[in-house]
């Protein structure tokens, strides 16, 4: 495999500014290109939720690196202009400007977007949680807000309905789970972490479905739940989850099935590569497609994909690693979790608000979970790590 003489990132996302960055550490005297739908330089996620929307840091704070940093990359950064299509034969993209953008090697990390109900977005007082802008526009509202409801029981749910609760607002959460995060965590760690909403102020609202929101003068005054009733609102936050954003590839010639689909060195085809939240590849450890929406994943998998761009092709099997800030609490979790694993509290107590828990399925170890332990789940992750191992061993 030939070097390529230029690189297209497509996403100024954390992971395209990883990719870029480790084309760079390794060497790569190309030229190199970093195509944003953005005008923000590239920017972290998970404060956005939480330091940014309670004001704890200027969104500014969120940039990954100064103008210096990015400047000694040697990138051309394009801001502002979105990609809408791609031709993967001819490694050429097409932007809503007009651009044309060709190169040897092309990088997809345009990461998610937010699913939506449908018209809210000619609904005021309903917002989404995707973007440096959507977290100033929520921020903004949260300061006048009299009732919020989040509609959404998973991670950024969750953590929008802590931040928004320690801000001092009423809040309610609603989602179709027995307990928040109950489909990764479990009943017991789930219940768990109802618990804690429940004990910092927040009224849960869970186990049916949301069927729509309620509408006056063009304002949102409530969602409607499948029991008929109406939980009242002057502000909505939609975070039932996203999906990746792959619209734009549609006719490129690329496998897309729930991102874009690549081999196990996270190749979708000659020249092309996945990179982050919107690709799913082959866990060679696994034996599985596996997608991963985490911060870890952008950093590590872009290491991977600049090696494979330069020639080096190892499969890439990360032990999945991810957490979640809500309240004072941090839950850190390694390897994968299922809702119907044997789940063992291995450290701590959970009465007592720090514990470890290791999930095992048919006698294997495949995840382990820490609350307010990090150094211990730390050391637990060994036999996370262990049991990969075994399992890439067998492939």
Known sequence: MSI???VLV?????AGLSTAEALRRKGFQGDVTVLGAESHQPYDRPPLSKQVLSGVWEPGRAFLREPAALSSLDAEFVLGDAAVSLDAEARTVHTASGRVLRADAIVVATGLRPRTFAGQEDLAG???LRTLDDASALRTELLTASRVVVVGDGVLGTEIAATARTMGLPVTLAGPQPAPLESQFGPMVAQRLAALHTDR???LRLGGAVTGLGERNGHVTGVHLATGEVLPADLVVVAFGSAPATDWLTGSGLKVDNGVVCDSSCRAADGIYAVGDVARWHHAGLGTLLRLENRTNATEQALHVAAAILGESPPYTPVPYFWTDQFDVKIQVYGVLSA????TVVEGDMD??????LYRRNGTTTGVLGWRMPKQTRLRRQEVVDAFQKSRNRV
């Open 10 to 14: 497509v996403g100024a996302s954390a």
């Open 4 to 6: 390529p003489a230029d």
């Open 352 to 357: 007592q608000g720090r514990f470890v828990a």
């Open 126 to 128: 309903v917002h989404v």
């Open 340 to 343: 119907d694993a044997e789940v």
């Open 201 to 203: 102020g927040v009224d």
